[in-house]
């Protein structure tokens, strides 16, 4: 028994000393945390008037002055912290007016020299702080930081500094093929640090659509929702065709998206694509495109399996005038089972919609509509439809 | 009116008109004036004096409103920025040597937005030693005309109303602030601005319900409304411009379209 | 007697070296948690067309107190495209009017309901076009598991995240998850968060605006129990792939997978748990690789019940919830095709956590009826239960650590001591009485005893005023 309790006592003996260890630890964290934060704020008071100077005169022709005084590192690091809050906000002129006061402060020397640090925290605070300032003798010691290392959160930091700092294309497409290169597909997240950049969008996506690597490509594709960027249309074009299946998705969304004229065996070929995406994407365009000569086409796809290309084809073709919108319930009378739901269900929302209309054009569109609907279903009687529980089918793709 | 009153309101007119004189006649070229009010200290003419001779190596006058204690400083020769940084370190040099000092200063710079007249002079001594805030202010030609528009800020980050408020208070807006969209409504209800430029994501409500509540509110005019967000789903940008907004910005912004596009707002 | 002592004592050392070793996998990772959390860039994200769309699914039962104030707050988040979602659970107080009258929702006409789990029947969607974002389902009482159901099929974006009607998030934990998400997006399948006790802190404006520890004794317990769990425990899970529950208070799902496990269990607690077993479960079973992970910079405040007769009710849920999905899973338990889950995990909930009170019980039992034989031993009771306390206490103070080389949310050093002082005093009656509430649940599951139990609210508005005046 004593030997069993020896044991236990040189557990507790242990454990004693940790807690011990663990309290003296903690409480000097604490103070020394809680005093650091005491000297920010105080020298956040010390610097307010100077920080009122650099914004009232942000966008004055003449140079700013560096804060007066020597100063201490804790008060730099203060300093520089506002000026990089300040770069994050702005744009144009006060951009590179404060990244200017960041370099004649010193403040970039300092951390291209912390960048070669032997501590991992400083290389990295210091890698933050120069994409803030946007440093770019700083790119090629951050691709390295970030080809060096494996890829975890950290990672990203890293990519977002060198999308910001960069001044050369090539230098963020090695970045993206870094990041890419860990065979994960962060393709959204990559196109979100990718506009970070300061250089113009536009010919950097070019590149992209060009690049021999689908990931790159889909990069490109991804980054470029919300850009209006016409020169890439042709590149579209021939990434519709593209045998990746997700970059050629990305692409028809792209490409219908921007309300091209569509030839009709282009849409045939669309509508009967494998990929569900596709199929939607494109039974959604032709609504949009005014495409009454594509009705035949959409009443098929109201039979699909997925349910999003059967939810866009009924939206599309309500959206078709009364043609449209006859073939709609034409499908919802003699059509059966999903087709004839998607149908149904759509007719209910366009009947309820429109009845909400004020204006008179509406008004007359509306109760064209309304004369369909009426020969159908026949006069006063609500449209007969499942609504609650009633599921329209499994797809849960979306 | 007592004799004695008269005499020192005179005395005082005085000064101002002395001013006017000095500016125009001996430094027509360019000329930075401050007015420091700075209570306290019994020798602060000198005090002031000197350190400002010591950091700028040139000739600098300080003059005496004895009545309301509230010092003129001419720094001939300097620019706006170069008085405003003159300003920022004889305002800490105070704040250093005198005890419990709580230095107020305004300041301009001649031949420039305004004309020195005794009156403008005068209503930036009076802005020094009345105004609100401790932080050292520029006297703008809009202040001078004094018919400026109403802008609510609305954001959470203090950086960003800090700028903004500095900002629009330089083009002669008038400013208030708010951190939440529940208090914004309440300002806007109470003080009816005439535009109301905002943050779309905020504490307490945001976004468009927020645009709409503004739109409800009981005011006589509803006020024109701005969007400076981060927030740049196209989705909810349209949605913003259907629901009644006037602009949208993006963030990073450029401060000088932000100017352009407020001041179109104003037309 | 003594020889079986003597094997609990070891029991005892051995189940804590083993809390030490996951403590350490979770002191392994603080350096990168704590380095992504100051560095990564949410500013650019929260705006980004590129973040997937979330549907928030908030269950609600009887919460008329709270609801508003957390709808406030979901609403206010710091995120692109989401959706909240609230599920009324048939409530049998005025939940539901309370919601419609401050929102002015109407029902919608034509709802389209896509998903299509089993749930009880949903009688009306409520909707108004000026919060064109929130949704709620009012439906027959079902169960927290049955709401959740009801909310996926509603739901319409690819991304669920299910919180607690008595929680509120900080209005950067979505996007937090979200980053966590995107930078692996194919193979997380769930992303926990970190539940924190709100009590005590100043809630203004739907959010917490002052963190503080709680006054009262009981949410001050869970709040270092809560601690140690999050930041000692899952962590270091997390880190091997191996947590067996992500908290219903606040988690995020790929909805495609919840679907394919069928959805949540109803009909019985912890069906966070059972939903986080299921995924692994069928993750392995498919051999597709994938991750449940944690992401402790998501914040989530909590509501703790503040009675003896609510927080004891809660554990017996959990007692009960937890045996039943050992005994659900008893598949999985040392089957090495469930690889981290079957080997380690189960087999570690079984032994330390479901069986636990039973060891230290019986252990206690045998030394104290061998120190009654024979006084002149009472030095090996009491090396039992210093063992006990020391190995106990040594695990709150690690945890504490964590929290204050990461997120320091508790900034006075009077704080420090106040948690140090109840981590102490919580091995004084407290400890005592969870591993006495789990048995308890344990009877109750054998007695087929199902019931919730009362859960009484408070609403945030009073809780915010104690604090303040505090």
């Known amino acids: 028994m004593f030997s069993h309790l020896f044991v236990a006592y040189v557990f507790i003996y242990v454990c004693l000393g940790l807690i011990g260890l663990g309290i003296m630890l903690l409480v000097q964290m604490k103070?020394?945390?809680?005093?650091?934060?005491?000297?920010?704020?105080?020298?956040?008071?010390?610097?307010?008037?100077?920080?009122?100077?650099?914004?009232?005169?942000?966008?004055?022709?003449?140079?700013?002055?560096?804060?007066?005084?020597?100063?201490?590192?804790?008060?730099?690091?203060?300093?520089?912290?506002?000026?990089?809050?300040?770069i994050e906000q702005f744009k144009g002129d006060y951009r590179n007016r404060l990244i200017r006061l960041c370099r004649e402060a010193g403040f970039v020397e300092a951390d291209l020299k912390a960048l070669g640090s032997f501590r991992y925290g400083r290389r990295l605070a210091a890698a933050y702080r120069l994409g803030g300032m946007r440093a770019e003798e700083a790119v090629p010691g951050l691709l390295k930081m970030l080809q060096k290392g494996k890829y975890n959160s950290i990672s990203i930091i890293i990519a977002r500094s060198i999308a910001k700092a960069a001044n050369r294309p090539e230098d963020l497409l090695d970045m993206l093929r870094s990041l890419l290169s860990h065979g994960k597909p962060i393709h959204h997240l990559a196109a979100d640090i990718l506009l970070?950049?300061?250089?113009?969008?536009?010919?950097?996506?070019?590149?992209?659509?060009?690049?021999?690597?689908?990931?790159?490509?889909?990069?490109?594709?991804?980054?470029?929702?919300?850009?209006?960027?016409?020169?890439v249309m042709p590149v579209l074009g021939r990434l519709v065709g593209a045998k990746e299946k997700d970059v050629r998705a990305e692409a028809v969304k792209l490409y219908l998206s921007t309300n091209p004229a569509l030839k009709d065996e282009t849409i045939v070929q669309l509508m009967t694509d494998r990929d569900w995406e596709v199929r939607a994407e494109a039974a959604k365009a032709l609504g949009q495109l005014h495409a009454a000569g594509s009705i035949p086409l959409l009443v098929k796809a109201l039979q699909d399996a997925s349910w999003k290309v059967r939810h866009n084809s009924a939206e599309s073709l309500a959206a078709l005038g009364e043609a449209g919108f006859e073939a709609l319930c034409q499908a919802a009378v003699t059509g059966t089972g999903i087709q004839r739901e998607a149908a149904l269900h759509r007719i209910g929302l366009v009947m309820e919609a429109e009845q909400k209309h004020g204006a008179i054009e509406q008004m007359v569109a509306y109760n064209k509509k309304r004369l369909i609907h009426d020969r159908y279903f026949g006069v006063k009687q609500p449209v007969k439809r499942v609504t609650g529980v009633a599921a329209v089918g499994g797809d849960y793709t979306a | 009116m007592p004799e004695s009153l008269t005499l020192e309101r005179k005395q005082q007119e005085g000064l101002y008109h002395n001013l006017e004189e000095r500016l125009n006649k001996t430094f027509p070229e360019l000329c930075g004036v401050m007015f420091l009010y700075c209570p306290g200290p019994p020798q602060l003419e000198s005090l002031v004096s000197e350190f400002l001779r010591q950091e700028t190596g040139s000739d600098i006058e300080v003059l005496k409103d004895a009545s309301t204690s509230t010092l003129a400083v001419l720094l001939p020769g300097s620019t706006l920025n170069q008085a405003h940084y003159q300003a920022l370190l004889l305002k800490r040099h105070l704040e250093e040597t005198v005890p419990e000092a709580d230095p107020r200063i305004t300041l301009t710079v001649f031949p420039g937005q305004v004309d020195p007249t005794p009156g403008v002079l005068k209503q930036m001594a009076e802005s020094a030693r009345l105004g609100p805030s401790s932080d050292i202010h520029i006297f703008t030609k809009e202040e001078a005309a004094s018919e400026p528009g109403r802008i609510l800020i609305v954001d959470n980050d203090d950086t960003i109303r800090e700028f903004l408020t500095i900002r629009l208070n330089m083009q002669g807006y008038e400013t208030l602030e708010a951190l939440d969209g529940t208090s914004a409504l309440e300002l806007i209800e109470k003080w009816e601005p005439d535009l109301v430029l905002t943050e779309l994501n905020l504490y307490g409500i945001d976004g468009l319900p927020f645009i709409n509540q503004i739109q409800k509110l009981p005011v006589e005019n509803t006020p024109k409304i701005v969007v400076l967000t981060e927030q740049r789903v196209e989705r909810t940008i349209s949605q913003c411009f259907q629901h009644g907004v006037d602009d949208y910005i993006t963030k990073p912004f450029s401060p000088v379209e932000l100017d352009a596009r407020i001041h179109r707002c104003f037309q | 007697m003594l020889v079986y002592g003597t094997v609990a004592i070891y029991y005892v050392m051995f189940v804590n070296i083993l809390y030490f070793a996951i403590m350490g996998l979770s002191y392994r990772s603080i350096g990168t948690i704590a380095k992504r959390a100051k560095y990564s860039s949410y500013q650019t994200l929260s705006g980004s067309e590129l973040v997937p769309s979330v549907s928030l699914l908030v269950p609600a039962y009887n919460e008329e107190l709270t609801i508003i104030e957390n709808v406030y707050c979901l609403m206010t988040l710091n995120y692109p495209t989401y959706e909240v979602i609230v599920i009324n659970d048939g409530s049998s107080d005025d939940t539901l009017s309370v919601l419609i009258k401050e929102f002015k929702l109407e029902k919608m006409h034509n709802p389209e309901i896509r998903g299509t789990i089993e749930t009880q029947n949903v009688r009306g969607i409520y909707h108004n076009p000026d919060y064109p974002h929130l949704f709620i389902i009012d439906k027959e009482n079902g169960g927290k598991a049955d709401s959740l159901n009801a909310g996926i099929n509603f739901s319409h974006y690819p991304l669920i995240s299910s919180i607690d009607a008595d929680s509120l998030l900080e209005k950067d934990a979505l996007i937090r998850m979200a980053r966590m998400y995107m930078e692996n997006p194919e193979e997380t399948v769930a992303i926990g968060g970190d539940v924190r006790i709100a009590n005590g802190c100043l809630i203004e404006n739907g959010a917490v605006k002052r963190v503080s520890l709680p006054r009262k004794i009981w949410p001050m317990f869970q709040s270092i129990e809560y601690l140690k769990a999050f930041l000692g425990g899952r962590i270091g899970w997390s880190r091997m792939n191996g947590l067996i529950i992500v908290s219903g208070a606040f988690g995020l799902f790929r909805k495609d997978y919840v679907i394919a496990v069928g959805g949540y269990r109803g009909g019985y607690p912890g069906e966070d748990m059972n939903i986080i077993i299921k995924l692994h479960r069928y993750m392995l079973s498919h051999k597709i690789p994938y991750k449940v992970a944690f992401c402790p910079e998501a914040v989530c405040w909590t509501q703790a019940p503040d009675t003896y007769k609510i927080i004891s009710n809660q554990r017996m849920r959990w007692g009960r919830g937890n045996l039943k999905n050992m005994i659900e899973n008893r598949g999985m338990f040392l089957n090495p095709k469930y690889k981290i889950m079957g080997l380690i995990t189960i087999p570690y909930n079984v032994l330390f956590e479901t069986l636990n009170p039973y060891f230290r019980i019986t252990g206690l039992l045998a030394l104290a009826g061998y120190t009654l034989l024979d006084m002149t031993h009472w030095r090996i009771l009491l090396t039992f239960m210093l063992l006990n306390f020391l190995s106990g206490y040594l695990l709150s103070v690690g945890a504490v650590i964590l929290e204050e080389i990461a997120f320091r949310r508790y900034k006075k050093l009077s704080d420090l001591w106040k948690m140090l002082l109840f981590s102490a005093l919580k091995f004084v009656g407290y400890h005592q009485l969870g591993v006495l509430w789990r048995v308890q649940g344990h009877i109750q599951y054998l007695r087929k005893n199902n019931s919730w139990g009362t859960m009484t609210r408070q609403s945030w508005k009073e809780e915010s005023e104690t604090a303040s005046t505090a």
């Open chain 1, 31 to 86: 103070i020394s945390h809680n005093r650091e934060q005491q000297r920010r704020e105080y020298y956040e008071q010390k610097h307010h008037d100077y920080f009122v100077y650099v914004q009232a005169h942000l966008g004055d022709d003449a140079e700013l002055k560096l804060p007066p005084g020597k100063l201490k590192p804790l008060e730099r690091s203060v300093i520089q912290d506002k000026f990089i809050e300040w």
């Open chain 1, 196 to 231: 970070e950049t300061k250089l113009d969008a536009g010919s950097i996506l070019l590149k992209l659509l060009d690049d021999p690597d689908p990931g790159l490509v889909k990069v490109g594709l991804v980054a470029m929702w919300g850009q209006a960027v016409p020169e």
